[in-house]
């Protein structure tokens, strides 16, 4: 029998030699990546090999054609959003997470790109009222939330909501923590703002020429992001005022 891990742990190694663990394609393509990870081994295959969150790739590099004065990243991680972002973008970036170990990790990626002069990083439960000072000081801000679950502590509070107007917002949806996640944050922001989703969906490991000479297993192993279930990301761009 194959011992799938052990097979996946042997690849990743190979492939992190391979590219220099630089990301191979994608809005953050050239972007070097750092050995630690804060949870569930960091999903480091997907991402150097360029597909990581593939469906909203288009979705990332709209808003950054769209330039940002700000951006605040909730749910950061290993700041694979929050340093490539800084990057590709010439604003103060903010990364926020709950884990003092995604924090530790994200200083490490942010000073193996340069970029640790752009990035305030903060420990911390994301809250409505922590974000909103942040949101309306900025002309366009461009708002990224992934905080499994939390999406109720900052679209869902009694307060003045019109902080979010001017907001390019990415949230990806958490349904399998909050029923109908996705349709009541469609309900909260449609009057401000244009609203699509956007729907896990399938890619082609056998594109990739870092896999042409894997398995055919390990192959689908090595782009799996390990979902609970079919994920669903909402993108919202502020209606024309």
Excluded at 31 to 47: A, E, I, Q, R, T
Excluded at 56 to 69: N, S
Excluded at 81 to 98: E, F, M, Q, T
Aim: proline letters at 5%; glycine letters at 6%; aromatic letters at 6%.
């Amino acid at each position: 029998m194959v011992d799938y891990t052990n097979a996946l742990n042997i690849l990743t190694d190979t492939i992190k030699e391979a590219t220099d663990s630089t990301v191979q394609a994608g809005p953050f393509k050239g972007m070097k990546l750092p050995d630690d990870s804060s949870w569930y081994g960091g999903d480091v295959l997907p991402k150097l090999l360029g597909v990581y969150e593939s469906e909203i790739q288009l979705a990332v590099e709209d808003f950054i054609r769209r330039p940002a004065d700000l951006v605040v990243n909730l749910g950061c991680a290993e700041g694979y959003y929050a340093v490539g972002l800084a990057r590709r973008l010439n604003c103060p970036v903010y990364a926020i997470d709950k884990s003092e170990k995604a924090i530790e990790v994200s200083l490490k990626a942010a000073e193996l790109n340069g970029v640790a002069d752009k990035i305030r990083l903060k420990c911390s439960t994301a809250r409505f009222r922590q974000i909103s000072g942040l949101l309306s000081n900025a002309d366009r801000p461009c708002l990224l939330v992934d905080c499994e679950g939390g999406e109720k502590d900052i679209f869902f509070v009694d307060a003045d909501f019109r902080v979010f107007e001017r907001s390019q917002i990415i949230i990806e949806c958490h349904e399998h923590v909050e029923k109908n996640i996705a349709s009541k944050l469609i309900d909260r922001l449609i009057p401000s703002h244009e609203c699509r989703l956007i729907r896990q969906g399938s890619r082609n490991p056998h594109e990739l020429p870092h896999l042409a000479n894997v398995s055919e297993a390990i192959k689908w192993l090595a782009i799996s992001e390990n979902r609970p279930e079919t994920m669903q990301w909402l993108v919202a761009h502020p209606r024309p005022r």
